[in-house]
């Protein structure tokens, strides 16, 4: 039986549910036939089962979430490095409440610093960004999914050049959640966000975050996501970035964890010229499966990619790494570059990457690679032949692999401690 | 051969004169090739081996099997360490018992803090040695001050273990890991190829402050330069998997005027063992 026909009943029952909780009726609705439900017989959908989706029971599903714990504010905020003092913030923590609603830790509605003006709702219209960045239209199935979530969504103006710090963070402990938040960012010119999101799911739940941003002339973004979910959580990301010329956008993106993860980034160079930097790091551990679907689509010429995915599978886990790129005729001088690295620890996990490079254009460099391979006998005895066990060299070495995504990180995301805990940092003395 | 847990070996006080290392009739093969095929040698507290030979005639070999390195694997013979059989230890208890092995390549790995790697070998010997553990910042000063018997600069402590590094800062590395470890049985394998005439006196002096009346060294070399920064007790010249002679200092200055034919064209097996 195809994942369609086993997830029809249940995609009827999710949407008659979420009408009912939207004040509809199911006849104004989206209607389960009118959804394209991805099958293992599409070719973006062959390895990604979705039971672990579908398994949540869209009756007593809830948008109940926790309190997160935070790191201590003295290491989230930068302090003077000459005096010690922390700098005035232009940092906003906040987190998702069960009503959809950002707050910050306090429980408190936000107070926004010079540079940051929220967006009227009536502005905030979902899909207004995906649509430029997917012609085509058909937005994945996480963005799909919070489309029909009723939830309110967040919309942001951004401006200025001095960097506004914004830390998100979803903490889901109770089973059933299904949790669709929905982030809008209008980057002015010359504006500069460092956004954060640091998502936890102890439970069985369904976390989709979604977010659209549209970066205006020069204007930076740095995104870094750290997620984590229990072995029966699914995590679907969607992402849609629209960039003008000599704008940078560099993502960086830690997922562990999860029964089922699928990130989908989309990412336009409006009239090329703009700068994109892409890091991930899967680490699929247990029967986790963890699916990373990226596009860059190049419609100007001169623009600029460093895509760099790296993913270990240990156990049963599956890594699943498509990464498309999208330069066309309009596309010369586009320098892009894509590298797929991969550790494969056991005989039993899995790993599928695929470069898709898509170049019209003939005045391009584009390049790409994909490694897999296990730990190296030659690094193992080196460690070992210093005294280090043989289960911690292997661990260090994974740390190793690890590093070089992790760098990427701020230091903000790196002081959860849910983070260093999952990833043995630090490796313990004992052997 | 796998380790669990680290178990004390051999913490008895060393006398200078004591057998620290016996190896006898040794042989061993790596992918059914046999390249070791008989090697017997002795080495004493207080003393300096050198082991000279042509390329492929089993120096390395010899210096990975001591060790414990998994791709070879050892058919007949025995190595026994203060008395004990060292070839049933897996790597890591031999090196935390004492035993090192200087690389001829060390080998480069990325993402893994040189700092946190070196403190992480230097507290697994500590506690073998039943000494405590010493946490980040006390090690951080030790290996500060470690450094400088290879000038080594503090720099290289934040980068990943030898990635990056020049051959003579690899090299170097070694050295700081030997001070870090102060292992009872030093192997070094042609710890002096790669180095410039500076960079060579650095590690020599380091090999030699490192060199205690309890302790013994091993170097594999090839060359006679390191022999005169580091004079050795006695030097032995190996050829298809055996020693085929042994010698004083004066073997090795021989070897260099006249080349490994002579050994060939010589008999020597009245060559005195140590």
């Given at each position: 039986m195809s994942n369609a026909t086993q997830s029809r009943p249940w995609l009827e029952a999710l949407l008659q549910v979420l009408a009912q909780r939207a004040g509809h009726s199911a006849t104004q609705w989206p209607s389960a036939r009118d959804w394209c439900w991805p099958t293992r017989r599409s070719e973006t959908w062959r390895f990604t089962d979705l039971r672990c989706l579908t398994q949540l029971d869209p009756v007593r599903l809830h948008t109940r979430t926790a309190s997160p714990r935070w790191p201590d504010a003295s290491i989230l905020l930068p302090s003077?490095?000459?005096?010690g003092k922390q700098l005035p913030a232009r940092h906003v923590f906040l987190q998702l409440d069960g009503r959809g609603h950002w707050l910050s830790p306090q429980g408190e509605l936000p107070t926004w610093p010079r540079g940051l003006v929220p967006l009227p709702t009536e502005e905030i219209i979902p899909g207004q960004v995906a649509q430029t960045v997917i012609p085509s239209g058909t937005l994945p199935l996480g963005a799909q999914l919070n489309g029909v979530t009723p939830s309110p969504a967040l919309g942001l103006q951004v401006s200025g050049p001095d960097p506004i710090h914004l830390e998100l963070a979803i903490q889901v402990e109770q089973a059933q959640a299904w949790l669709a938040p929905h982030l809008l960012l209008v980057l002015q010119p010359g504006a500069h966000l460092c956004l954060s999101w640091h998502v936890v799911a102890t439970a069985q739940a369904a976390v989709m975050p979604m977010v659209e941003a549209r970066l205006g002339l020069a204007a930076q973004l740095e995104e870094a996501t750290t997620a984590w979910g229990y072995p029966g959580a699914t995590f679907l990301g969607s992402s849609f970035m629209d960039q003008s010329p000599r704008s940078i956008y560099r993502r960086t993106t830690v997922t562990w964890g999860w029964g089922l993860s699928r990130d989908e980034p989309f990412v336009r160079q409006s009239q090329g010229q703009a700068e994109t930097c892409l890091h991930g790091l899967a680490v699929a551990r247990g029967q986790s499966l963890l699916d990373t679907h990226s596009t860059v689509t190049f419609d100007g010429p001169g623009g600029h990619l460093r895509q760099r995915h790296q993913a270990l599978a240990d156990d049963r886990g599956h890594s699943v790494f498509n990464g498309r790129v999208v330069v066309p005729q309009v596309a010369q001088q586009t320098d892009a570059s894509q590298l797929s690295r991969n550790l494969l620890l056991s005989t039993s996990a899995r790993i599928d990457t695929k470069p898709q490079l898509e170049i019209v254009a003939d005045n391009v460099q584009c390049n790409h690679g994909a490694t897999i391979s296990c730990l190296q006998d030659d690094e193992l005895f080196y460690l070992q032949s210093r005294g280090i066990g043989r289960d911690q060299a292997s661990r260090l070495l994974q740390r190793g692999f690890c590093e070089e995504i992790l760098q990427q990180l701020p230091k903000t995301a790196l002081a959860w401690p849910s983070l260093q805990r999952l990833l043995e940092i630090p490796v313990p003395d004992q052997p | 051969m796998t380790s669990t847990e680290i178990t004390p070996f051999c913490e008895t006080p060393i006398q200078p004169g004591d057998v620290l290392l016996a190896v006898e009739n040794l042989h061993a093969c790596v992918e059914e090739n046999e390249i070791l095929q008989g090697v017997s040698l002795q080495i004493r507290a207080g003393e300096i081996h050198a082991l000279m030979g042509r390329n492929g005639s089993g120096k390395s070999t010899l210096s990975k099997v001591i060790a414990g390195h998994?791709?070879?694997?050892?058919t007949a013979g025995s190595i026994h360490y203060r008395g004990q059989d060292?070839?049933?230890?897996?790597p890591e208890d031999r090196a935390r018992s004492g035993v090192f092995l200087g690389f001829q390549y060390p080998v480069e790995i990325p993402g893994v803090s040189n700092l946190e790697f070196l403190r992480v070998s230097c507290n697994a010997r500590r506690q073998n040695r039943g000494q405590e553990e010493l946490d980040t910042f006390t090690f951080e000063d030790h290996v500060r001050e470690t450094m400088a018997i290879v000038q080594m600069d503090p720099a290289f402590l934040e980068r990943s273990v030898n990635e990056g590094f020049s051959g003579g800062e690899k090299k170097r590395n070694e050295i700081l890991q030997m001070a870090l470890l102060e292992p009872l049985v030093a192997i070094l394998d042609e710890t002096d190829s790669g180095l410039d005439i500076d960079a060579l006196r650095i590690v020599a002096n380091g090999v030699k402050k490192l060199a205690l009346p309890t302790t013994a060294t091993l170097l594999i070399t090839h060359y006679q330069r390191l022999l005169d920064a580091i004079i050795p007790d006695f030097v032995h010249v190996m050829a298809e998997g055996r020693i085929l002679r042994t010698g004083g200092k004066d073997l090795a200055m021989a070897l260099e005027q006249r080349g490994y034919d002579w050994i060939d064209e010589t008999d020597g097996s009245d060559t005195p063992q140590p």
């Amino acid at each position: 039986m195809s994942n369609a026909t086993q997830s029809r009943p249940w995609l009827e029952a999710l949407l008659q549910v979420l009408a009912q909780r939207a004040g509809h009726s199911a006849t104004q609705w989206p209607s389960a036939r009118d959804w394209c439900w991805p099958t293992r017989r599409s070719e973006t959908w062959r390895f990604t089962d979705l039971r672990c989706l579908t398994q949540l029971d869209p009756v007593r599903l809830h948008t109940r979430t926790a309190s997160p714990r935070w790191p201590d504010a003295s290491i989230l905020l930068p302090s003077d490095p000459v005096s010690g003092k922390q700098l005035p913030a232009r940092h906003v923590f906040l987190q998702l409440d069960g009503r959809g609603h950002w707050l910050s830790p306090q429980g408190e509605l936000p107070t926004w610093p010079r540079g940051l003006v929220p967006l009227p709702t009536e502005e905030i219209i979902p899909g207004q960004v995906a649509q430029t960045v997917i012609p085509s239209g058909t937005l994945p199935l996480g963005a799909q999914l919070n489309g029909v979530t009723p939830s309110p969504a967040l919309g942001l103006q951004v401006s200025g050049p001095d960097p506004i710090h914004l830390e998100l963070a979803i903490q889901v402990e109770q089973a059933q959640a299904w949790l669709a938040p929905h982030l809008l960012l209008v980057l002015q010119p010359g504006a500069h966000l460092c956004l954060s999101w640091h998502v936890v799911a102890t439970a069985q739940a369904a976390v989709m975050p979604m977010v659209e941003a549209r970066l205006g002339l020069a204007a930076q973004l740095e995104e870094a996501t750290t997620a984590w979910g229990y072995p029966g959580a699914t995590f679907l990301g969607s992402s849609f970035m629209d960039q003008s010329p000599r704008s940078i956008y560099r993502r960086t993106t830690v997922t562990w964890g999860w029964g089922l993860s699928r990130d989908e980034p989309f990412v336009r160079q409006s009239q090329g010229q703009a700068e994109t930097c892409l890091h991930g790091l899967a680490v699929a551990r247990g029967q986790s499966l963890l699916d990373t679907h990226s596009t860059v689509t190049f419609d100007g010429p001169g623009g600029h990619l460093r895509q760099r995915h790296q993913a270990l599978a240990d156990d049963r886990g599956h890594s699943v790494f498509n990464g498309r790129v999208v330069v066309p005729q309009v596309a010369q001088q586009t320098d892009a570059s894509q590298l797929s690295r991969n550790l494969l620890l056991s005989t039993s996990a899995r790993i599928d990457t695929k470069p898709q490079l898509e170049i019209v254009a003939d005045n391009v460099q584009c390049n790409h690679g994909a490694t897999i391979s296990c730990l190296q006998d030659d690094e193992l005895f080196y460690l070992q032949s210093r005294g280090i066990g043989r289960d911690q060299a292997s661990r260090l070495l994974q740390r190793g692999f690890c590093e070089e995504i992790l760098q990427q990180l701020p230091k903000t995301a790196l002081a959860w401690p849910s983070l260093q805990r999952l990833l043995e940092i630090p490796v313990p003395d004992q052997p | 051969m796998t380790s669990t847990e680290i178990t004390p070996f051999c913490e008895t006080p060393i006398q200078p004169g004591d057998v620290l290392l016996a190896v006898e009739n040794l042989h061993a093969c790596v992918e059914e090739n046999e390249i070791l095929q008989g090697v017997s040698l002795q080495i004493r507290a207080g003393e300096i081996h050198a082991l000279m030979g042509r390329n492929g005639s089993g120096k390395s070999t010899l210096s990975k099997v001591i060790a414990g390195h998994p791709a070879y694997t050892v058919t007949a013979g025995s190595i026994h360490y203060r008395g004990q059989d060292l070839l049933a230890l897996s790597p890591e208890d031999r090196a935390r018992s004492g035993v090192f092995l200087g690389f001829q390549y060390p080998v480069e790995i990325p993402g893994v803090s040189n700092l946190e790697f070196l403190r992480v070998s230097c507290n697994a010997r500590r506690q073998n040695r039943g000494q405590e553990e010493l946490d980040t910042f006390t090690f951080e000063d030790h290996v500060r001050e470690t450094m400088a018997i290879v000038q080594m600069d503090p720099a290289f402590l934040e980068r990943s273990v030898n990635e990056g590094f020049s051959g003579g800062e690899k090299k170097r590395n070694e050295i700081l890991q030997m001070a870090l470890l102060e292992p009872l049985v030093a192997i070094l394998d042609e710890t002096d190829s790669g180095l410039d005439i500076d960079a060579l006196r650095i590690v020599a002096n380091g090999v030699k402050k490192l060199a205690l009346p309890t302790t013994a060294t091993l170097l594999i070399t090839h060359y006679q330069r390191l022999l005169d920064a580091i004079i050795p007790d006695f030097v032995h010249v190996m050829a298809e998997g055996r020693i085929l002679r042994t010698g004083g200092k004066d073997l090795a200055m021989a070897l260099e005027q006249r080349g490994y034919d002579w050994i060939d064209e010589t008999d020597g097996s009245d060559t005195p063992q140590p």
